[in-house]
């Protein structure tokens, strides 16, 4: 199988990983790279249960067997329902599952029938990642999101109302400075609404292969600074009501931050105000440590 590098969910990130999708069959989004000038590519059904069968003998004498398992890339669920039944079965055949999570669009949620994302439910389907994004739709649209915060929460409420778990991606600052106030109001009000396991929080980087590159060059795009974000990630929890888990950790973000939600939700709130306690240029020295080193990694 022929990835070099590869998008994983984050809550999903321990799992054993099943290639099925190469890239995103949507690939419009303007701040995403995941294509990367790759064609969206699906693995021939026979290729998938190879690769199956070899994971099963590579853990034939091994002491930990996987259980959670996410299929790969950036939308599977776009796939045809019996495609995807058969994929699940080989897995299903193979090991003893928990569940059997990947990234979803909330379009690809949609375009399913209850009586299919049930026939996948039944097969240990669970935990859905969904890429959010924003709940602004002046922020889904600018971003070509293909789907407005509405199409969003009717497709988040049927997963709840087939008890399909999902967990939600928020990108701090997709606003940029002109909507970062709205960013931050419409997503808490979107997010208190329901009930994602988790919610991941991540920056908005503007990637070399992204057409949003092009926004920020002709001024159409005004990024946030460093401060503008850990402020806006700090109205955005502070307007939270909902129980969940809220995780910031990831590598984009320039503090790492993980709690309960509402247990925790003050401390995040503390943390945030001490780091916004350092100057500017200490903000900035840290941000650019940080991708130094991830540039060596
Ligand atoms: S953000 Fe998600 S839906 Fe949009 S192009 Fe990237 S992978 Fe596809």
Redesign the pocket.
Known sequence: MKNNYLYTPMPEMHNEMIPVTIG?S????LF?D?NMGRKFYIYPLEEIKSYIKNRKEYYKDKRIVPKKFNLLE??PLSLDTDFLEKVLETINEKFDIKYISMFA?TIDIMNKSDQELLRLKDLKMDRLSI?IESGSDEVLNYHR?GIDSKGQLEALRRLESLGIDYSTYIMLGLGGKKWSLVHAEKTAEFLNKLNPFEVVLVTTVVFKGAALVEEVRNGNFQRLRVRETLTEERDLIGKLELNTILNASHKTNSLPLRGKLPEHKDLLIKKINEHLELSDRELLAAERKKWNIWDWE
Do not use: D, I
Not at 26 to 29: D, I, R
């Open positions: 995103c949507y690939s419009k989004c995403c995941l950036g939308n669009r890429g999101k």
